[in-house]
């Protein structure tokens, strides 16, 4: 694969792409039919710009920079040819064009789409793009807008990474754990398998609530909890094993997602819990990461190494 700078040889590609996938899902727009048929006017000559990507001698996908003003562009029309669709060509587009941006001058880059793209969504979160408030009317088919901003320290996505990284890694040694030996208590008064990874369900719960709401206050004060008393109240014991672990998956995957779309702006916001001393939500972000694996430790002993 290569990524080529714009020409406008390849223009009648980036109409074509573009006007397959929007017909295949949507319906085309005026806006749409200006912009692909003089894509030159509407985004080369307005301070934009437009790369494609090639295998071999084929374009496999395009996508462009639209100028909104000095600081912001808006990533736009980005298509990939159904032939090389999850080969990766759209997130190496999406890279390139935002690294494109930067080199530019540009500070922010914003996105339309639509929520039904689901696979075209998580691209754009796994790059850093957050949910921005939509305003009405820019296009008929987008329900939701996005944005990535190069100023913002996005430290807290490297606990997001290793977060989901973990999940991936260990959902499928937990899944040979037998039934009987997860539900083993090793000795009185310490927690079985089931009641940690209940335990690290619990901990998920009350910290996706420190994550949100603490963006919304600059000093969040909020109580702790009794971790013994939600592991019995949870009955988490009683759970049957493949279900609880896939709960304890699927909770800490979607948790990655909420930590990695937190604005960098907000971290430095602090958070006290019961009477302890405010702490960052950074430091939150970070410190659920270190809990999560210390308990997996744990479960490493009880379970004798399967995971």
């Known amino acids: 694969m290569k990524i080529l700078t714009y020409s406008p040889e390849y223009l009648p590609d980036f109409e074509r792409l573009n006007k397959h996938w929007i017909r295949k899902y949507f319906t085309l727009e005026p806006v749409d039919v200006d912009v692909l048929e003089h894509a030159d006017k509407y985004i080369i000559d307005t301070g934009g710009t437009i790369i494609f990507a090639a295998i071999g001698s084929n374009i496999a996908g395009t996508v462009a920079l639209k100028k909104i003003d000095d ?4 990533m736009t029309k980005m298509a990939v040819d159904e032939d090389y669709q999850g080969k990766g060509v759209g997130r190496e587009l999406a890279k390139h064009i935002i690294e494109l941006a930067w080199e530019m001058g540009f500070k922010k880059v914003i996105l339309y789409s639509n ?7 998580s691209l754009y979160t796994s790059l850093g793009f ?4 939509l305003e009405a009317e820019r296009y008929q088919r987008s329900n939701i807008k996005m944005e990535i901003s190069r100023e913002e320290e996005n430290v807290h996505y490297a606990a997001a990474d290793e977060l989901l990284k973990i999940v991936e890694e260990i959902f499928p040694l937990l899944q040979q754990v037998p039934e009987s030996a997860a539900a083993e208590r090793p000795e009185r008064g310490k927690w079985s398998a089931k009641e940690i990874i209940g335990h690290l369900i619990d901990s998920g719960i009350n910290n996706n609530t420190r994550f949100i709401r603490s963006q919304q206050i600059s000093l969040l004060e909020i109580p702790g909890y009794d971790q013994d008393f939600w592991t019995r109240g949870q009955a988490w014991q009683h ?3 493949q279900d609880l672990i896939k709960l304890w998956a699927v909770f800490n995957k979607h948790l990655s997602i909420t930590i990695r779309t937190i604005p960098a702006t907000k971290l430095q916001n602090k958070c006290k819990i019961s009477d302890r001393e405010p702490v960052t939500l950074l430091f939150l972000v970070t410190d659920y990461v ?6 997996l430790q744990q479960l ?8």
């Open 71 to 74: 600081e912001s562009v808006e």
């Open 115 to 121: 929520t039904k793209l689901v696979p075209a969504i």
């Open 130 to 133: 957050r949910e921005i408030p």
């Open 239 to 241: 759970m049957g094993w």
């Open 290 to 295: 270190v809990h999560f694996k210390h308990h």
């Open 300 to 307: 490493k002993v009880i379970t004798k190494d399967t995971i």
